[in-house]
């Protein structure tokens, strides 16, 4: 389905960032919250340097954005682009959660075996060894790592990402590497 469909007629709209749009959601928004989602976990098994994802059961945290008037045109157009260029990208809407408030409906891209850049599952590092040696249009993919854990570590220090940390330690172990043979 796309996010226009699932969005007609509706003057506000909640958006959730898991990835990047974490710290750079690039688009005009009404506020912003950091929440987490239900039935979804963060994994880094596409070739791309965007969001990774992918229909299991957990738990993700990320901020959701909402998005006013004229703003959900834009930013569904903006994220359309940014999000669906590969392709292998679905949405829904999804029940987004922060402390102490009921959930409110929330939309969500995610990144599906479908995508021509799918990898799949692989040990934290080799998945690191990847991140720290490539880069993508939009940067290197190691400051998409880093900048995703340290927004967890001070969002969410609460939140224990085994996944997304290991990756992050053997991303670093990598680096260190290559700067020590210089």
């Not at 599906?112 to 249009?137: F, H, M, W």
């Not at 969002?155 to 260190?176: G, M, N, Q, Y």
Request: charged residues 20%; proline residues 4%.
């Amino acid at each position: 389905m796309k996010p226009q469909d699932i969005t007609a007629g509706k003057s506000s709209l909640w958006i959730f960032g898991y990835g990047s749009l974490v710290w750079k959601p690039d688009f005009k928004f009404k506020r912003s919250e950091v929440g987490y989602i239900q039935g979804y976990k963060r994994r880094f098994w596409h070739g791309d340097n965007f969001h990774r994802g992918s229909d299991q059961l957990a738990t993700t945290w990320g901020v959701a954005f909402e998005v006013t008037g004229h703003q959900v045109e834009e930013s569904l157009r903006y994220l359309n682009l940014r999000e669906t260029v590969c392709g292998g990208y679905s949405t829904k809407l999804v029940d987004f959660f922060t402390d102490g408030q009921p959930p409110v409906q929330a939309l969500l891209y995610i990144a599906t075996s479908d995508n021509p850049l799918y990898l799949g599952p692989a040990s934290p590092e080799e998945i690191g060894t990847q991140i720290a040696v490539c880069r993508g249009k939009t940067g290197h993919n190691l400051e998409y790592l880093l900048r995703l854990a340290e927004f967890m570590r001070s969002s969410c220090p609460h939140v224990e990402d085994s996944h997304l940390f290991s990756i992050e330690a053997a991303a670093l172990t990598v680096v260190s590497h290559l700067l020590a043979v210089r």
